[in-house]
T-cell receptor, first 115, second 113 residues
Framework: DSGVTQTPKHLITATGQRVTLRCSPRSGDLSVYWYQQSLDQGLQFLIQYYNGEERAKGNILERFSAQQFPDLHSELNLSSLELGDSALYFC??????????????FGPGTRLTVL | DAKTTQPTSMDCAEGRAANLPCNHSTISGNEYVYWYRQIHSQGPQYIIHGLKNNETNEMASLIITEDRKSSTLILPHATLRDTAVYYCIVRPPDNNAGNMLTFGGGTRLMVKP
């Protein structure tokens, strides 16, 4: 158990719909990262938040957005869903200490299926 | 971030050492070598990291060549539960907010009885 929790575990929805994925980081971790893993693209970084602020963006579509709340949990919002959005979505957290090395701890993921 | 090259797949007999190579010939001076693994669609799991010295922990050993252009992850006594995709990643130290991970294709290790 990494200490990172994600809900829901599975999500099945239809094209055009909107869903919200939730992540609770490990206690004390200020940085939250979202990754997408699809069969054809592998594990790809989407976006990072640090203490409530967006810090880095990767290959995140405009239809996707995220936020980190004052209690440090994070939500990833996916809208106008397409079949190709079907994937595993992982959240990770880290302590993030400048100039040092911090491990990222990954949650169990949310499996999204768009029908 | 520097790119890494790993074999697509490897087999290992149960109880034997698994040696997973990684090439990172364009690594920069301040970049660390990280290893993560992913067991069957679970979240990736941190294994070990190093800068230039060899490192060992309860899971594995990491051997980095003197020129730092390649490294080898060693699982000393592989078990069936070590069957997973192993990712070699190079990245600099955290900025003031941390640092994302760039995953390549990894090596699919199959441990066989």
């Amino acid at each position: 158990d990494s200490g990172v929790t994600q809900t829901p575990k599975h999500l099945i929805t239809a094209t055009g719909q909107r869903v919200t994925l939730r992540c609770s980081p490990r206690s004390g971790d200020l940085s939250v990262y979202w990754y997408q893993q699809s069969l054809d693209q592998g594990l790809q970084f989407l976006i990072q938040y640090y203490n409530g602020e967006e810090r880095a963006k990767g290959n995140i579509l405009e239809r996707f957005s995220a936020q980190q709340f004052p209690d440090l949990h994070s939500e990833l919002n996916l809208s106008s869903l397409e079949l190709g959005d079907s994937a595993l979505y992982f959240c990770a957290s880290s302590v993030a200490s400048r100039g040092r090395i911090s491990e990222q701890f990954f949650g169990p993921g949310t499996r999204l299926t768009v029908l | 971030d520097a790119k890494t090259t790993q074999p697509t797949s490897m087999d290992c007999a149960e109880g034997r050492a698994a040696n997973l190579p990684c090439n990172h010939s364009t690594i920069s001076g301040n970049e660390y070598v990280y290893w993560y693994r992913q067991i069957h669609s679970q979240g990736p799991q941190y294994i070990i990291h190093g800068l230039k010295n060899n490192e060992t922990n309860e899971m594995a050993s990491l051997i980095i060549t003197e020129d730092r252009k390649s490294s080898t992850l060693i699982l000393p006594h592989a078990t069936l539960r070590d069957t997973a995709v192993y990712y070699c990643i190079v990245r600099p130290p955290d900025n003031n907010a941390g640092n994302m991970l760039t995953f390549g294709g990894g090596t699919r290790l199959m441990v066989k009885p």
